[in-house]
């Protein structure tokens, strides 16, 4: 969004499907109190993420255990070892450089052997072997961007580019069985997460 708003010649605004990252942080501490420990690997996309990251954390009182990669395959299993050694749960943001097709497969083989939850930011990753995912359904994402329209033609202009505001929560109930986390249905989670959200 930035490098196309970079080159508009009129306002720009874009709802975006990201989350804020103190939702996902949220979601670990809803579902996994007892793990303390974030891993996160952090890519060319995602790295700008980091200093939001440590403040969301430390206000939750959680530890970011953070490891930069430049995106390369070949550096994805060495530093997914050494970040799952440190970690009690791996977050995973979107980056197309860390986590997509090629990678997906050695993510979850490696996490599901050294038995560490992984957190996603897309339904799909859960169906895939992800213990948990927050993402932002297209009806969701539609519904937001209506207010946004709506909001233009009545003659209130643009708002800043903004963050997904309504999400859901997928969940693998094999995977959490299986490591003993995130007990609950995900309805029952992603409610809760809602109305901490409001009470905020």
């Known amino acids: 969004y930035d490098n196309l708003a970079s080159r508009a010649r009129q306002p720009t605004s874009a709802v975006l499907l990201d989350q804020p990252v103190g939702r996902y942080l949220d979601l670990v501490r809803l579902a996994m109190p007892g793990n303390r420990r ?10 700008i993420l980091a200093p939001q990251l440590a403040r ?32 009690d749960v791996l977050l995973a943001l979107p980056d197309g450089q860390v986590y997509n097709a090629a990678s997906l497969q050695t993510v979850l083989i490696t996490t599901d052997r050294r ?21 932002t359904a297209p009806a969701q994402a ?8 709506k909001g233009f033609l ?3 202009g643009l708002p ?4 997904a505001s309504d999400f859901s929560v997928a969940k693998n109930e094999r995977v959490a069985r299986s ?3 995130a007990d609950g ?3 029952s989670l992603e409610e809760s997460l809602k109305r901490q959200e409001v009470a905020r």
């Open 160 to 163: 800043p580019p903004q963050l």
């Open 115 to 135: 038995r560490v939850p992984v957190v996603a930011f897309s339904a799909a990753y859960a169906k895939a072997g992800a213990t948990l995912a927050l993402y």
């Open 185 to 187: 249905e995900s309805d």
């Open 154 to 156: 009545a003659g209130r």
């Open 179 to 181: 490591l003993g986390v």
């Open 38 to 47: 974030v891993g996160v690997l952090l890519g060319p996309e995602s790295s």
């Open 142 to 149: 539609a519904s937001q961007t209506a207010t946004v329209v």
């Open 56 to 87: 969301a954390a430390a206000v939750r009182g959680l530890q970011v255990v953070p490891i930069q990669i430049s995106g390369e395959p070949t550096e994805l299993y060495p530093a997914l070892r050494t970040l799952l050694a440190e970690s």
